[in-house]
Every structure is written in structure tokens, then in C-alpha cells.
């Protein structure tokens, strides 16, 4: 038996092509926690910190996508020499020069592996041509380290801030493993004054990171795998075998599924960088919440919206070129957000929608009457059903499965066994409503249940911690699914 075994552990710690490192796995969590014990003990030691957090960072990336590693450290080699450079220059088209290469840099390793296939695909629809696609593996956490580094050398060209000194300081910013691969996408402004400070973690930062770690594991692990593997998946993968009613609760359920997992991912993200002593803002705060498209994209993926805002909207004029160029610039943005997430015509037609809709709900402020205004109620039920009807075309991998999925839902409501389907799919059904009231309590409570826990005794939040490994454990799918924003 020991000898079988050594070989299996031996293989375990190498990437695997079918079984990527992430969060919700087993080897991540011994990972972490053999990582941890090292970390508690030289934490205050901030040189060899660094350098423990970078190493482990790293490996985690290498565990999640093997030797697409080189890319980050050649991108933070590349950004910290560049940014160095335009910090110094004093001429400024030498630095705006240095500026250009760093985005054609940055952009073009990600257009190259993201866009590709599509632009062929594009080609060969338009001249007929018949070019040969590449099918190359796009690097995981490419979209989301490329984001960071832009933003990076955009601030230190904007005179924002100095850039680091130390090399190693850099790398630990980009490659920071529990933001590296979905983020939530760190400014380095925010982040790097973190990396060498004293650290003092409070019973309150145990507490924080409790509470987002493991309600985060919930989401993913349990709400959202469950209700994709059980509906979702089974409908979006052929939704011509499936009716209406299906459909429609397809629909419901990827709202609730790829809200509950990426940001239960973010919120563990979250949660262990706090027991790490690091501050990340949080990413989602109940978006569903919203009633108004507009407040909607200041909830969801705040992190992304906010990075859009910041370096593509403002710069292209923001609100100060016109109403009309106004509303093109919303709608160049999120055209853009769309296609950041993929090279798919549905998410292009995501970010349309969103776009228009940003407009739209920008116009009807602009006029300044209450002719267009709803209660409340009315405008967060309009607001979300809106975001869910243009779920359908980010959740199907192809425009024809959105346009099945919808042409069943108006078309081809059979409720001759709806009776039978509730039967039968009755705690799935329980599940996606239990996923809409937890996302309906008043975000007051997260904070208020924190202070609770850390006013407790250890043995208190021990049981905490079992109650709810035992809650994970018995409610999980039984295999694990890879998290939906892995693939952007």
C-alpha cells in the first residue's frame, strides 16, 4: 500500500491537465494549510514573507495552468522595467511611447491566446477562406493579471504613484494566489502599500475571514455546483430536449449559479488574504439587490466595473463630450467588458445589451421627471429580470443554444406535467429559492454577525468552523466543478 502511495502523492504535486488547482479542491486545502504554519511563523519576518508568499504563489499558478507560469513572471519583469523607465523619463512622448509598448504588450499576449480562433472564425466567415484555427489554451488568470498591470503603468504614467523598488515587491503584488487567477482585480495603489507593512491580525480578522472563506465555500461548493449540474448544465448543453418549463428554471438557476460562484470564489479570495493580514475590497455586494442597471454595475464585479470605469470610459471622454458621445462611450465600454469575458459572439451581445441599457437608464436621469420612475419593488424586479434575461446569452456556449433556450421559454411552455417536473426537481427548486432569500438579507447583517464572532472564545469559533465543514461536506456536489470565471 505504501508504495502505491508515494507515486500518487508524487504525481499530485505536478499540474495536471484534467485537474487544475482552485480553491474548492482537496490538495489546495493540505496545500494551504502546510503553507500557512510556515507563514504563521515568519509573518513578522517581512523579506522572507515575501519571498514565501511569491514562491507559493507561484506554484499555485503553476498547479492551475503548468507552464503558462513563464507569462506572469515575464509580465511583471516587463511592466517593472517599463514602469521604472516612465517614472524616470521627463520627456513626455519618450514616456508615452513607453506607455504604448507596456498596453501592446500586455493586450497583445491576451488577444493573441483569447482572440485568435475568433478573429479566424470571423475571416473565414466574411472571405469564405478556410484558415486554420489554432486552438490555443488560454493561460489561466490572463484577462485578470493583464487588467493589473495595465492599470499599474497607467498610474505610474499618470504621476499616481512611484513605482516599487524591489522587484520581489512586484511579483507579490501580480502573482498574490488567492486574487491571481479571478481576482477581484487589485489596484496596485490599494495593494502594494499593503505588502510590507507590520502585520497584527485581530480576533476581528479571524472572525472577517471565517465568515467569507467558508459562507463563500457554501455558495460555490454547495448552491452553485448543485444547481449547475442538476438543471442548468443538462438544459444549456441541449435545450432542444428540454421544454419551457426547464428552460425557465435553467435560466433562474444560472442567475443564482454564477452569481454564488464566482463571488463565493471572490469572498474566499477575500476571506484568506484577511487571515493573511491583506485587505481586498469585497467584490459583489448583492447586485440583485439593485433597481437600477446602473446601481447593478456598482455591485456586481465591482472590482472589473470599476477598473472599466476608471481606464476605458473616462478616458474615451466619460460624460464630458456630449449626451450622445455619452451614451456611445457606455456602450463602447461594456461592448468591451463584454468581450473582455470571451471569444463568443454571446458575450458580445451581453455587453451590448448592458450597454444600451446604461444609456438608456443614463437618459431617463437626464430628463428629470418622475414619468419614467417605478416603486422601488418594481424597479428591483425590473432591474432583475433584465440582468437574468441577458444571462441567456452568457451562460450557452453558442448563440443558437441562447436562441433555443428563449424560443422554448415563449414558445414551448408545456405545463401538461408541470406537477411531475416540481416533484421531482423540488429541491432544486428549494435550493435556487434558498440562494434568493440569503442574497435578499440586508448587507448590514454580514458585518453584524463578523462582530458577534469575534467577540467569542476560540472554542466558539472551532465549532463554527466544524458546523460548517460538516455542512459543506454533506451538501457538496459530488464532483467538483471548475468555477465559470476560470475560463476568462
Same mark, same amino acid.
Given at each position: ?13 505536478f ?55 513563464v ?23 519618450? %514616456? ?23 478573429f ?11 484558415l ?16 493589473e ?8 504614467y ?28 487589485? %489596484? ?20 472577517f ?25 443538462v438544459?444549456f ?7 419551457g ?16 460562484d ?6 474566499m ?74 471569444a ?38 425590473l ?60 448587507? %448590514? ?5 463578523i ?32 468555477p ?5
Open positions: 500500500m505504501q508504495s502505491l502511495s508515494w507515486p500518487l502523492l508524487w504525481n499530485e504535486l499540474y495536471q491537465s484534467d485537474n487544475p488547482l482552485v480553491f474548492n479542491s482537496a490538495f489546495f486545502f493540505y496545500a494551504f494549510t502546510l503553507f500557512f504554519f510556515i507563514y504563521a511563523w515568519l509573518y513578522q519576518k517581512i523579506t522572507l514573507r515575501i519571498i514565501l508568499v511569491s514562491f507559493f504563489s507561484l506554484y499555485f499558478f503553476y498547479k492551475a495552468c503548468g507552464q503558462y507560469v507569462f506572469i513572471l515575464l509580465a511583471a519583469v516587463v511592466d517593472y522595467q517599463l514602469s521604472h523607465w516612465i517614472h524616470r523619463w521627463q520627456v513626455q512622448w519618450k %514616456r508615452k511611447a513607453l506607455l504604448i509598448v507596456s498596453i501592446l504588450l500586455n493586450l497583445g499576449l491576451l488577444v493573441y491566446f483569447k482572440y485568435t480562433d475568433f479566424i472564425e470571423i475571416w473565414n466567415d466574411w472571405k469564405g477562406d478556410s486554420q484555427y489554432l486552438h490555443l489554451i488560454l493561460p489561466v488568470g490572463i484577462s485578470f493579471y493583464t487588467f498591470n495595465l492599470s499599474y503603468t497607467l498610474d505610474v499618470r504621476r499616481h504613484f512611484k513605482p516599487v523598488d524591489r522587484f520581489i515587491d512586484y511579483l507579490f503584488f501580480l502573482s498574490y494566489f488567492p486574487k491571481l487567477m479571478m481576482g477581484p482585480i487589485v %489596484r496596485a495603489a490599494d495593494f502594494i502599500p499593503q505588502i510590507r507593512q507590520k502585520i497584527t491580525l485581530t480576533q476581528e480578522d479571524v472572525a475571514g471565517l465568515f467569507y472563506v467558508f459562507t463563500g465555500c457554501f455558495k460555490k461548493m454547495v448552491i452553485s455546483d448543485l444547481i449547475y449540474t442538476n438543471i442548468v448544465e438544459v448543453d441541449d435545450p432542444t430536449r428540454y421544454n418549463l426547464y428552460a425557465l428554471t435553467a435560466v433562474y438557476g444560472y442567475a443564482m449559479v454564477i452569481y454564488c464566482f463571488s463565493g470564489y471572490s469572498d479570495a477575500i476571506g484568506i488574504a484577511r487571515w493573511m493580514g491583506f485587505k481586498i475590497e469585497v467584490n459583489f455586494l448583492a447586485p440583485y439587490q439593485s433597481a437600477s442597471i446602473t446601481e447593478f454595475w456598482r455591485r456586481w464585479h465591482i472590482s472589473l466595473s470599476s477598473w472599466l470605469r476608471d481606464y476605458l470610459y473616462i478616458p474615451l471622454g466619460g460624460n464630458r463630450k456630449g449626451i450622445v458621445r455619452t451614451y456611445m462611450h457606455l456602450f463602447i465600454t461594456m461592448l468591451l467588458g463584454g468581450l473582455w469575458h470571451g463568443n459572439w454571446t458575450f458580445v451581445i451581453w455587453g451590448a445589451l448592458h450597454g444600451i441599457a446604461l444609456a438608456a437608464d443614463k437618459w431617463r436621469l437626464s430628463l428629470k421627471t418622475t414619468f419614467f420612475t417605478l416603486p422601488k419593488w418594481a424597479s428591483i424586479l432591474t432583475f429580470h433584465f440582468v437574468v434575461f441577458c444571462w441567456v446569452f452568457f451562460g450557452p456556449d453558442s448563440f443558437e443554444k441562447s436562441y433555443i433556450v428563449l424560443h422554448q421559454i415563449f414558445f414551448n411552455m408545456d405545463l401538461t406535467y408541470a406537477m411531475e417536473f416540481i416533484a421531482h426537481y423540488q429541491w432544486i427548486l428549494d435550493l435556487i429559492l434558498l440562494a434568493m432569500l440569503l442574497h435578499w438579507l440586508p448587507l %448590514r447583517w454580514n458585518d453584524i454577525i462582530q458577534k464572532m469575534a467577540q467569542q472564545k476560540a472554542w466558539v469559533l472551532w465549532l463554527y468552523v466544524v458546523a460548517m465543514l460538516i455542512a459543506i461536506a454533506w451538501g457538496k456536489a459530488d464532483v467538483p466543478v471548475t465559470i470565471y476560470l475560463q476568462f
